[in-house]
């Protein structure tokens, strides 16, 4: 079984409990661990396989709170870097008008340190790209693009999850197309939702979203569409691969659910190969990678509900 690497940010998401009204007015925050590569970190060892962290949290409650979590999820944190900034946080409440109120205070995350000699580590494994932050600069942003262009796209699996945010981005779009272009031109594989492929293609229509990014880069395309499940995109076919019926009550966390089992299913995988040339084998795992996505979005929180291998399996 290969390794997964989940490099970016893991952070504090603190709630407001009373929703409908903005942050200025919220009294009671409820404290849940979040940042998408640590989510997919988990959704991969609860599933059983080799999730990794690299990400770095501040020296402090938080930042042990954070690295508590992920340890009981069976996320080895062996690489995770410890700061004297404080660990990043997350504000959010649901507005009156069902707008998102949100303060972001970016914190430890963006500090994390490129490490040259995990090099050897990473070889032949599987690396995810998939921080929601760390497009916004610091020296995780550096990290990102030497891990990317070190020579290591050759020798080893590398998966890329844009996150977009808008309330990250609202006012600077195309830097952020502009940013994403070289890791969609380097990834094997790219998780776009639908928004995403939209924006990074300039195209409306899916389909036609697909073949632009390809263009940039990437081999394998997989485009997240919520309850009617996943288009696939690769070896020059397309397919809307169906999801499971549910009853959702949250959907946080049903993406990072879906390229963690994703990403599981290739790490057992003797070799790469296959998912270049086999279709009908990508079919299959994106159709059990819906399901981990479906069974998510049943229960409350992102971790929490991730789904176990044996859930899986039912
Ligand atoms: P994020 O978690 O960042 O919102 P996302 O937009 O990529 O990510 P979704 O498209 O909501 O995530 O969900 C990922 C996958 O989970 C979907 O492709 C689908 O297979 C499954 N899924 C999500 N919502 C449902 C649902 N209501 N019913 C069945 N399957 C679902």
């Known amino acids: 079984m290969k390794k997964v690497f989940c490099i970016g940010e893991a952070l504090i998401d603190f709630v407001a409990e009373k929703q409908g009204s903005d942050l200025s007015k919220a009294v009671q925050f409820t404290k849940k661990a979040g940042g998408a590569p640590a989510n997919v ?29 992920l340890k009981h999820e069976g996320v080895d944190i062996s690489l995770v870097q410890l700061s004297k900034t404080f660990t990043t946080l997350a504000f959010v409440s649901l507005a009156e008008d069902g707008e998102r109120d949100f303060v972001f205070s970016r914190g430890a995350d963006k500090e994390l340190e490129y490490d040259h000699d995990l090099r050897k580590t990473l070889k032949g494994n599987i690396l995810h790209l ?25 020798e080893m699996f590398i998966s890329f999850d844009p996150n977009y945010r808008e309330d990250l ?65 690769a070896q020059g076919m397309k397919k809307i691969i169906p999801s499971i ?16 089992c994703l990403l599981n299913q290739i790490s057992n995988l003797g070799n790469f190969d296959p998912v270049f040339e086999d279709f009908a084998l990508l079919e299959k795992m994106v159709a059990k990678a819906n399901k981990a996505g479906a069974i998510t979005t049943t229960n409350f929180g992102a971790i929490v509900a991730l789904p176990t291998k044996d859930q899986l399996e039912v």
């Open 169 to 233: 981005w609202k006012d600077e779009q195309e830097v952020f197309i502009k940013k994403c272009m070289p890791f969609i031109e380097k990834s094997h594989l790219c998780k776009f939702s639908k928004e995403e492929a939209q924006l990074l293609s300039g195209k409306s229509d899916i389909h036609e979203a697909c073949d632009v990014l390809h263009e940039v880069g990437t081999r394998i395309i997989t485009v997240t569409l919520g309850g009617e499940g996943t288009l696939l995109s």
């Open 41 to 69: 970190a988990c959704a991969i060892s609860k599933l059983g396989g080799k999730g990794i962290f690299i990400g770095c949290v501040g020296n402090d409650p938080f930042g042990k709170f954070l690295l508590d979590v």
């Open 245 to 260: 019926e549910v009853r959702p009550v949250d959907t946080t966390g049903a993406g990072d659910a879906f390229i963690g």
């Open 130 to 154: 998939g921080a929601a932050t760390a497009l916004l600069g610091g020296s995780l942003e550096k990290a990102y693009g030497k891990y990317l262009f070190d020579g290591l796209t050759k």
